[in-house]
């Protein structure tokens, strides 16, 4: 049952169980959501309701190692290790999964910002193969999280080609940083490394589809939220920098 309050108080009751159908692919869930928003709040109440499997995969995703700039990679490389690795960091993951959201607001199609993104990923990933990682390429990542939390929290318009451009060395940045490791290495063979760059790309796809997923999701909020997603990234990414020039 979904029960709205308005400013005056006055509620309106909506039952989502349209004649008791059900849907092999929701799952039973209780939960309450409260949303605030100036003088107009929800309160959406659902007991032994219905939600659907992707709203879970979003709650998961919303999960990842609360850690400093790329913590590491695993003694062992396959498909996994490359599908863990966005997670592995904040950095990683905010990046990741805020370019799908802002995507939904800055383009009308999407699906182009994400491609752009995965498309400088794989030619960073394979140049990374053959460049070793340092220390300016860390600061780039943490820019590249303060440059996405400034998109989100102004929501500035920026030309379509820049954009894709700015996307897409973001991609490279985030490419470079997984493979950047290996060269010092010598350890993995090509089958190895092909399945972690494979499971890279397909998790960052994922991520990306999760932002464009709660942004089309949370019309109403979309730039409330993208406001205060874009302030707190723009945070963390000053606390990567500091971090970075005090070590």
Same mark, same amino acid.
């Given at each position: 049952?979904?029960?709205?309050?308005?400013?005056?108080?006055?509620?309106?009751?909506?039952?989502?169980?349209?004649?008791? $159908?059900?849907?092999?692919?929701?799952?039973?869930?209780?939960?309450?959501?409260?949303?605030?928003?100036?003088?107009?709040?929800? /309160?959406?109440?659902?007991?032994?309701?219905?939600?659907?499997?992707?709203?879970?995969?979003?709650?998961?995703?919303?999960?990842?190692?609360?850690?400093?700039?790329?913590?590491?990679?695993?003694? !062992?490389?396959?498909?996994?290790?490359?599908?863990?690795?966005?997670?592995?960091?904040?950095?990683?993951?905010?990046?990741?999964?805020?370019?799908?959201?802002?995507? $939904?607001?800055?383009?009308?199609?999407?699906?182009?910002?994400?491609?752009?993104?995965?498309? &400088?990923?794989?030619?960073?990933?394979?140049?990374?193969? =053959? !460049?070793?990682?340092?220390?300016?390429?860390?600061?780039?990542?943490?820019?590249?999280?303060?440059?996405?939390? #400034?998109?989100?929290?102004?929501?500035?318009?920026?030309?379509?080609?820049?954009?894709?451009?700015?996307?897409?060395?973001?991609?490279? #940045?985030?490419?470079?940083?997984?493979?950047?490791? #290996?060269? *010092?290495?010598?350890?993995?063979?090509?089958?190895?490394?092909?399945?972690?760059?494979? &499971? #890279?790309?397909?998790?960052? $796809?994922?991520?990306?589809?999760?932002?464009?997923?709660? *942004?089309?999701?949370?019309?109403? =909020?979309?730039?409330? /939220?993208?406001?205060? *997603?874009?302030?707190?990234?723009?945070?963390?990414?000053?606390?990567?920098?500091?971090?970075?020039?005090?070590?």
């Amino acid at each position: 049952m979904l029960h709205t309050y308005d400013k005056l108080g006055e509620k309106i009751i909506i039952d989502r169980e349209k004649n008791g $159908a059900t849907n092999p692919y929701t799952v039973e869930y209780n939960v309450v959501f409260v949303l605030c928003v100036t003088n107009h709040f929800q /309160v959406i109440y659902m007991k032994s309701s219905k939600m659907r499997v992707s709203h879970w995969v979003l709650l998961i995703c919303l999960y990842p190692t609360l850690s400093s700039a790329h913590p590491g990679h695993s003694e !062992t490389l396959d498909l996994m290790t490359g599908i863990a690795h966005p997670f592995s960091g904040l950095d990683h993951f905010l990046v990741i999964l805020l370019v799908g959201f802002w995507s $939904a607001i800055a383009f009308k199609k999407p699906w182009v910002g994400p491609l752009a993104f995965l498309s &400088g990923m794989i030619l960073g990933s394979f140049a990374g193969l =053959f !460049t070793a990682t340092n220390e300016l390429l860390e600061f780039s990542i943490a820019t590249s999280v303060i440059i996405t939390g #400034l998109l989100l929290s102004t929501q500035c318009k920026l030309s379509q080609a820049f954009s894709l451009s700015l996307l897409a060395t973001f991609g490279v #940045l985030h490419g470079l940083a997984h493979t950047g490791y #290996l060269p *010092a290495l010598n350890s993995f063979n090509a089958t190895s490394i092909l399945l972690d760059i494979t &499971g #890279l790309l397909v998790s960052t $796809a994922l991520l990306h589809f999760a932002g464009l997923f709660c *942004a089309k999701r949370i019309t109403q =909020f979309t730039q409330i /939220v993208g406001k205060v *997603a874009g302030i707190s990234t723009l945070v963390y990414g000053s606390f990567l920098i500091a971090q970075l020039a005090l070590n």
